[in-house]
């Protein structure tokens, strides 16, 4: 698969996420967020994974705390100049994006 393919298929892919997330939150807190937003949440859930060291447990199980993963996105939000995000919306996300990847298993 060449570099290009692969772009297009992770753009598809984020996607497809964004539209499952837009389902499961209520619309009161998605309608807040555009596209590009909730896509820059996901990059940034996905950042506190990498950080964490939680992608490379060997645990069959994790248990992966929502509310500093909320914390760590809000904290990145303001750092890199975003709008202000709330924590509890934040949450929301994270656990939609996880239910996302264990339908996708």
Do not use: H, N
Not at 30 to 41: A, I, N, T
């Amino acid at each position: 698969m060449s570099i290009d393919e692969e772009i297009l298929l992770d753009e598809q892919e984020k996607r497809k996420e964004v539209a499952f997330i837009r389902q499961q939150m209520p619309a009161d807190v998605v309608s807040k967020y555009d596209d590009g937003l909730l896509s820059w949440v996901l990059d940034a859930i996905a950042s506190y994974y990498y950080e964490s060291g939680i992608l490379e447990s060997t645990a069959e199980e994790v248990d992966v705390d929502m509310e500093a993963v909320a914390s760590y996105v809000c904290s990145l939000a303001e750092q890199e100049g975003q709008p202000r995000l709330d924590v509890r919306e934040v949450q929301l996300i994270a656990e939609a994006d996880l239910d996302f990847q264990e339908e996708e298993l």
